[in-house]
């Protein structure tokens, strides 16, 4: 079946600008998550949704970072305002949401900020 | 704080010949234990978990990983490894009743032939 979606693949924006980034999980999943990934480090926990909503926003680093996940499936994370220092290669995965189901993660969006 | 340290950020072998892979994780409370790879070009992967019982635990390809409480480790080997094998390798804890996973920051392993 198909696994976890994650659009664009790469994403080059202007410092100051606004991006999204969108998530598809696998269906069914309640559980989602995104990390940030940035060069020689591992992900980074960034929120986690159970369902519609934030059971858990503790890692986003600022108030320019927000996510939703509106109808409990694909999820959008929106950076405003961005920096240089926002690049990273943005994760998300899904679980069916049990404690300790294993994570399907998506191949990650590569986000530059020039 | 939890953390999970993985101590070399590269690690290079021969075909066929063994390999550790170190993680150590500090945690004041119970953690369930990870190790995710990442094959070239492609996403995150669960390798092999730990959650409870016995304290070794495998994986389908030949790696296993032995949580050590006191040793605050959970080290993956693999008694002889194959071209197939190289990847970034991923050390991740969670604490119990939590759902986050926390990272290490990676262990590369080459395989030359």
């Known amino acids: 079946g198909a696994g976890v979606s994650q659009t664009p693949s790469n994403k080059v924006t202007e410092k100051g600008k606004y991006v999204e980034l969108r998530c598809d999980p696998i269906?069914?999943?309640?559980?989602l998550y995104w990390y940030r990934q940035s060069l020689g480090q591992g992900p980074e926990f960034l929120i986690y949704?159970?369902?519609?909503?934030?059971?858990?926003d503790s890692g986003l680093p600022n108030d320019r970072f927000f996510a939703v996940r509106p109808e409990g499936s694909v999820s959008t994370l929106k950076i405003q305002r961005t920096e240089r220092g926002d690049s990273a290669v943005y994760l998300c995965?899904?679980?069916?949401?049990?404690?300790?189901?294993?994570?399907?993660f998506g191949n990650g969006t590569r986000l530059t900020v020039t | 704080a939890q953390s999970v340290t993985q101590l070399d950020s590269q690690v290079p072998v021969f075909e066929e010949a063994p390999v550790e892979l170190r993680c150590n994780y500090s945690?004041?409370?119970?953690?369930?234990l990870f190790w995710y790879v990442q094959y070239p070009n492609q996403g995150l992967q669960l390798l092999l978990k730990?959650?409870?019982?016995?304290?070794l635990v495998e994986s389908i390809n030949g790696f296993e990983a032995e949580f050590n409480k006191s040793q605050t480790s959970f080290h993956l080997r693999k008694p002889s490894v194959h071209i197939s094998d190289t990847a970034e390798y991923f050390c991740?804890?969670?604490?119990?009743?939590?759902?986050?996973?926390?990272f290490g920051q990676g262990t590369r392993l080459t395989i030359n032939p």
């Open positions: 995965a899904s679980s069916a949401g049990q404690y300790n189901s294993p994570l399907h």
């Open positions: 269906s069914g999943h309640t559980a």
């Open positions: 949704f159970q369902g519609t909503g934030a059971a858990d």
């Open positions: 945690s004041s409370v119970s953690v369930y």
């Open positions: 730990y959650l409870s019982g016995s304290t």
């Open positions: 991740a804890a969670q604490l119990q009743g939590a759902q986050k996973l926390v």
